[in-house]
């Protein structure tokens, strides 16, 4: 997700494995099912892919009941 990394997948991000850390961060908040779930606001989340890695966060915690926003 960096923008430092000038080898990063811009068009598929959720296929770079390197960017595979926001499923498992998505995995851990679905098993631990916290009250309160804080992202850190990346900049690129929302450049890459038209926002996919942002949509894709939203999308999870929405399907976990969260209320979610960009």
Sequence with gaps: ???YN???NVDSPLSDERNHQI???MDIVKFLKPKYVLMENVVDLLKL???SL???AISR???MKYQ???
């Design 6 to 8: 000038r080898f990063r």
């Design 23 to 25: 499923v498992i961060f």
């Design 1 to 3: 997700i960096s923008g």
């Design 61 to 63: 915690l929405g399907h």
């Design 68 to 70: 979610a926003r960009l």
């Design 54 to 56: 942002g949509r894709y």
């Design 49 to 51: 892919d038209k926002a």
